[in-house]
């Protein structure tokens, strides 16, 4: 089997190229090439002839398919299916902000959490993503987009924290100066609340950005909505994060699906910011989206707006989220469960 150069650390690639009698600067040719989007040896315009034939005997630089991409007509938001190598699917959406663009990308292919309200659990976990397909939805982004993505989220389909060594490992390629080069403070990487893997996070990466779900003001409603609620119960989650913010000195930022009737009365409104008055955070509220075969409905606007303002008066910074992509399913996991169409 051919070894895919695509998501090994420069390390790994360097004692790969030493393995073949090969000077270690030629792996950061090589390196460059792979996130540059090269998708064979021979586009590598600085590689020897006689080395591209020596790779292409043992190695290959592996390539998500796309089997589908719609793009919104209200805001240029692009939401892709990508295929894997052995059938599975994934999905990522391309925002375009002010700030610059930004991708929100896969790290698993399924999820084994089974949150309530999501459409990408409803049938488990399939497999974890390498480091690779996590970087590659990047790179198939920017070549469709002709656009550099300078910003990364890691929130689609798959809960990162349950992926952590390849998650770990594409923090780093793309973070790498002959990678990508992004910034760790353009990453975000968002758990439903996977404590111990929290605590791993703040030493390993503590410029990355946290982002926790937490979806209900205590624990009775969160364990109805989110099963992992009961291995992680809701104080000991805010008391890591509470230790995260003080050893990082960065923010965090609780997701909230706001949900008619369930999670967005003023009462959840007051507890919420009961449990995180003096904890550095912001709290994004986001209306459920409507998920086919899920009971769930979005809180209505005026009322999102009420529940905001009333964790704004208690000191809690608050935010609606902006609805990008509505026309084209931009929501995760809604794409995966629509039937694909291939397009290249
Ligand atoms: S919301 Fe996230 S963690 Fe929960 S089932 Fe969906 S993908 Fe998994």
Same mark, same amino acid.
């Given at each position: 089997?051919?070894?895919?150069?695509?998501?090994?650390?420069?390390?790994?690639?360097?004692?790969?190229?030493?393995?073949?009698?090969?000077?270690?600067?030629?792996?950061?040719?090589?390196?460059?090439?792979?996130?540059?989007?090269?998708?064979?040896?021979?586009?590598?315009?600085?590689?020897?002839?006689?080395?591209?034939?020596?790779?292409?005997?043992?190695?290959?630089?592996?390539?998500?398919?796309?089997?589908?991409?719609?793009?919104?007509?209200?805001?240029?938001?692009?939401?892709?299916?990508?295929?894997?190598?052995?059938?599975?699917?994934?999905?990522?959406?391309?925002?375009?902000?002010?700030?610059?663009?930004?991708?929100?990308?896969?790290?698993?292919?399924?999820?084994?959490?089974?949150?309530?309200?999501?459409?990408?659990?409803?049938?488990?976990?399939?497999?974890?993503?390498?480091?690779?397909?996590?970087?590659?939805?990047?790179?198939?982004?920017?070549?469709?987009?002709?656009?550099?993505?300078?910003?990364?989220?890691?929130?689609?389909?798959?809960?990162?924290?349950?992926?952590?060594? =390849?998650?770990?490992?594409?923090?780093?390629?793309?973070?790498?100066?002959?990678?990508?080069?992004?910034?760790?403070?353009?990453?975000?990487?968002?758990?439903?609340?996977?404590?111990?893997?929290?605590?791993?996070?703040?030493?390993?990466?503590?410029?990355?950005?946290?982002?926790?779900?937490?979806?209900?003001?205590?624990?009775?409603?969160?364990?109805?909505?989110?099963?992992?609620?009961?291995?992680?119960?809701?104080?000991?989650?805010?008391?890591?994060?509470?230790?995260?913010?003080?050893?990082?000195?960065?923010?965090?930022?609780?997701?909230?699906?706001?949900?008619?009737?369930?999670?967005?009365?003023?009462?959840?409104?007051?507890?919420?910011?009961?449990?995180?008055?003096?904890?550095?955070?912001?709290?994004?509220?986001?209306?459920?989206?409507?998920?086919?075969?899920?009971?769930?409905?979005?809180?209505?606007?005026?009322?999102?707006?009420?529940?905001?303002?009333?964790?704004?008066?208690?000191?809690?910074?608050?935010?609606?989220?902006?609805?990008?992509?509505?026309?084209?399913?931009?929501?995760?996991?809604?794409?995966?469960?629509?039937?694909?169409?291939?397009? =290249?």
């Amino acid at each position: 089997m051919k070894k895919n150069l695509k998501g090994i650390s420069l390390s790994e690639l360097e004692s790969y190229f030493e393995s073949l009698g090969e000077q270690k600067y030629r792996a950061k040719q090589v390196f460059r090439w792979i996130y540059k989007g090269a998708g064979s040896f021979d586009e590598m315009s600085d590689i020897s002839a006689g080395l591209k034939e020596k790779l292409k005997e043992s190695a290959e630089i592996q390539e998500l398919k796309t089997l589908d991409r719609r793009i919104s007509k209200i805001d240029g938001t692009r939401k892709y299916l990508f295929g894997l190598s052995d059938g599975n699917t994934i999905e990522s959406v391309f925002m375009k902000y002010r700030f610059g663009n930004s991708i929100c990308i896969s790290s698993q292919a399924g999820c084994r959490m089974g949150c309530a309200f999501c459409a990408s659990g409803q049938n488990g976990l399939l497999r974890d993503l390498s480091a690779g397909e996590m970087a590659d939805q990047i790179l198939k982004a920017q070549k469709d987009t002709g656009e550099k993505i300078n910003h990364v989220v890691v929130m689609g389909v798959g809960e990162p924290f349950d992926n952590y060594e =390849n998650l770990s490992g594409f923090i780093k390629i793309i973070n790498n100066e002959y990678g990508l080069s992004i910034g760790m403070r353009n990453i975000t990487v968002s758990t439903c609340g996977v404590i111990p893997k929290i605590k791993s996070f703040s030493d390993d990466f503590p410029q990355v950005n946290l982002a926790v779900s937490l979806h209900a003001p205590n624990d009775i409603i969160r364990k109805g909505l989110m099963p992992v609620a009961n291995k992680y119960p809701y104080d000991e989650l805010i008391s890591a994060c509470r230790e995260y913010t003080k050893k990082t000195g960065r923010r965090i930022t609780f997701e909230y699906t706001l949900i008619a009737g369930k999670n967005d009365d003023n009462q959840h409104a007051g507890e919420l910011a009961a449990k995180l008055q003096g904890l550095l955070c912001h709290v994004n509220l986001i209306p459920v989206n409507q998920v086919s075969g899920l009971a769930f409905a979005p809180s209505a606007r005026d009322n999102a707006d009420k529940f905001r303002e009333r964790l704004q008066k208690k000191g809690i910074t608050a935010t609606v989220r902006r609805e990008l992509g509505g026309d084209i399913d931009a929501a995760c996991g809604q794409l995966r469960l629509s039937r694909p169409v291939t397009i =290249n």
